[in-house]
């Protein structure tokens, strides 16, 4: 199951900033780095690709490549529905819901995203110890550190293993034994899955057999095809 996502002649304006993608780009299965400039864009970017915003010209395409009887192997158009169920993602100042436990809240996200039930305890027990949450896990969003309030964003983003996962700057606040933790999963989903990581920080574009580089520079979104180019792009 190969999905892509395919921006052409994308627009998008907020206030006095507008992002536009003039050249093709494709997100494919792999970890695809979106980087830049603080205010580049990067936010707006993830929020169109997790389709919470929505472009005023030009198309973003879902497609994944299927078998169907009589039709052979072809690529399927995906309505937003399609792809929003496939979808996993962590926006820049995530907040959950602040009146609920850790354990409440992963548990209700992890029903809404179809995790069968009789599964749902033990994988988050088991998600909360490899996070070093669990002993948390009665307390309420609203009283968790940035860190703590940060894996539990991660881990409602990654608990059903989703085809597209949309991080915008995940590691921020981790340690780094939970950045190490929260790497290897993402590295392990990004063999099947489109990864997307928004991040200001080189050293965090070190993982992925299959990695791609998306450069953002005052809203204009350009996709590089060598890794190597990000030395010579001015990030922060
Ligand atoms: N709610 C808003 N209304 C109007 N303009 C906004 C709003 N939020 C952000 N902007 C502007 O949109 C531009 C892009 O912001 P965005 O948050 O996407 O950048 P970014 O690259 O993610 O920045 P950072 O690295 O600082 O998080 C900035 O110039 C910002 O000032």
Same mark, same amino acid.
């Given at each position: +199951?190969? *999905?892509?996502?395919? =921006?052409?002649?994308?627009?998008?304006?907020? &206030?006095?900033?507008?992002?536009? !993608?003039?050249?093709?780009?494709?997100?494919?299965?792999?970890?695809?780095?979106?980087?830049?400039?603080?205010?580049?864009?990067?936010?707006?970017?993830?929020?169109?690709?997790?389709?919470?915003?929505?472009?005023?010209?030009?198309?973003?395409?879902?497609?994944?490549?299927?078998?169907?009887?009589?039709?052979?192997?072809?690529?399927?158009?995906?309505?937003?529905?399609?792809?929003?169920?496939?979808?996993?993602?962590?926006?820049?100042?995530?907040?959950?819901?602040?009146? +609920?436990? *850790?354990?409440?809240? =992963?548990?209700?996200?992890?029903?809404?995203? &179809?995790?069968?039930?009789?599964? !749902?305890?033990?994988?988050?027990?088991?998600?909360?110890?490899?996070?070093?949450?669990?002993?948390?896990?009665?307390?309420?969003?609203?009283?968790?550190?940035?860190?703590?309030?940060?894996?539990?964003?991660?881990?409602?983003?990654?608990?059903?293993?989703?085809?597209?996962?949309?991080?915008?700057?995940?590691?921020?606040?981790?340690?780094?034994?939970?950045?190490?933790?929260?790497?290897?999963?993402?590295?392990?989903?990004?063999?099947?899955?489109?990864?997307?990581?928004?991040?200001?920080?080189?050293?965090?574009?070190?993982?992925?057999?299959?990695?791609?580089?998306?450069?953002?520079?005052?809203?204009?979104?350009?996709?590089?095809?060598?890794?190597?180019?990000?030395?010579?792009?001015?990030?922060?």
């Amino acid at each position: +199951m190969s *999905i892509r996502i395919t =921006l052409s002649n994308v627009e998008y304006s907020r &206030g006095t900033f507008k992002l536009a !993608v003039d050249t093709p780009c494709t997100f494919a299965a792999g970890i695809n780095y979106v980087v830049g400039r603080n205010g580049a864009g990067k936010s707006t970017a993830l929020k169109l690709l997790a389709t919470a915003v929505e472009p005023e010209k030009g198309s973003m395409i879902f497609t994944m490549l299927t078998s169907e009887e009589g039709a052979g192997m072809h690529r399927k158009q995906l309505s937003v529905e399609e792809a929003r169920a496939l979808m996993g993602f962590l926006p820049q100042h995530f907040t959950g819901y602040s009146d +609920m436990t *850790i354990e409440r809240y =992963l548990t209700c996200m992890a029903f809404h995203k &179809g995790i069968p039930h009789r599964l !749902v305890k033990a994988a988050l027990e088991k998600w909360l110890m490899d996070s070093k949450l669990l002993e948390l896990r009665k307390r309420k969003l609203r009283a968790l550190s940035g860190g703590q309030l940060q894996k539990v964003g991660l881990i409602q983003a990654l608990i059903n293993q989703p085809r597209i996962c949309i991080l915008d700057e995940p590691f921020e606040g981790l340690d780094n034994q939970e950045k190490t933790f929260f790497k290897r999963v993402i590295y392990k989903l990004s063999h099947h899955s489109i990864i997307i990581i928004s991040t200001n920080f080189p050293e965090d574009m070190e993982q992925g057999d299959q990695k791609s580089l998306f450069y953002l520079d005052e809203g204009k979104l350009r996709m590089y095809d060598e890794m190597a180019e990000v030395d010579s792009l001015p990030i922060i």
